[in-house]
């Protein structure tokens, strides 16, 4: 895989086990990106937005395929895409929650980025809905966020394509989050 070899390039290394971000069982971005984070100014909280996302790239099933794909994604969102950093605020893959841009002003969609979250799904879900210990991860870190008043308990929960002329998060993860209880059809 040409892809995978670029990836591994940008120094990908093994994660220590039991290290994980001190809120809401977070992966923190020191342990999974070989270089600091490009810091961005914080959201103001709490929060009232979360936008759901996919990667569109191959999922993940630990935490070693989980940091290629992401220091991949890293890379597209900085070198190619012009961003300050990667996107996203976090990402959830092998039922765990990565550190994105966290609770900072991300990249993730056009003129909600400074009152949102991007959540994104690290695989392509257009066709199956990711693992159900993916979606459970996602679901205890927001309650979570909300327990630590980074994200208001009155949230709202859109995908992606709502917002943007995308099929992300996919149609068929769209199909799961239009039964979770914050999900809105629309933000008005």
Not at 65 to 76: A, D, E, F, Q, T
Not at 78 to 99: A, H, M, Q, R
Not at 123 to 138: C, H, I, M, Q, S
Request: proline share 5%.
């Amino acid at each position: 895989m040409p892809q995978m070899f670029m990836f591994q390039r940008y120094g990908v290394t093994r994660f220590e086990k039991n290290q994980s971000h001190q809120e809401c069982g977070v992966i923190d971005f020191a342990q999974w990106s070989p270089n600091p984070r490009n810091e961005r100014p914080p959201l103001s909280k709490s929060v009232n937005l979360v936008i759901v996302q996919h990667t569109a790239t191959e999922t993940c099933s630990d935490d070693e395929s989980c940091k290629v794909i992401l220091n991949g994604v890293r890379h597209n969102h900085i070198e190619k895409l012009k961003f300050t950093d990667i996107g996203n605020s976090f990402y959830i893959g092998n039922g765990k929650v990565y550190e994105g841009a966290g609770w900072n002003i991300g990249a993730h969609t056009r003129g909600f980025n400074d009152k949102s979250i991007g959540v994104s799904f690290i695989g392509d879900f257009r066709d199956t809905p990711p693992p159900n210990e993916a979606l459970k991860a996602v679901q205890d870190f927001l309650s979570c966020s909300i327990k630590n008043g980074n994200l208001d308990e009155n949230y709202k929960l859109v995908g992606h394509g709502q917002l943007s002329p995308t099929i992300s998060p996919g149609a068929k993860l769209q199909e799961v989050i239009e039964t979770w209880e914050h999900w809105r059809d629309n933000l008005l």
